[in-house]
């Protein structure tokens, strides 16, 4: 991999996890998959970490039940 598309791929990751929050849940949704597909301990990981720092990320509230 060169020296210019490591830079390119990191500011890419800089830049997609600014606009983290602001992006629609399907997209978030994709952008992990591909990020985590082949290591299960760092899909983890990164899950734990956004759903601490983006609490878009993080799963809805399930219903309470008989209400």
Known sequence: MSDHQEEYERL???ATFRLWADLP????EMIFES???Q???VR???AV???DHHPRS???ARP???R
């Open 44 to 46: 983890n990981d990164l």
């Open 58 to 60: 993080a799963h809805p």
């Open 64 to 66: 309470l039940a008989g």
């Open 12 to 14: 890419l990751g800089r």
């Open 35 to 37: 990020a985590v597909s």
């Open 39 to 41: 290591d299960a301990i």
């Open 25 to 28: 849940r399907q997209v978030q």
């Open 49 to 51: 970490y956004l759903h």
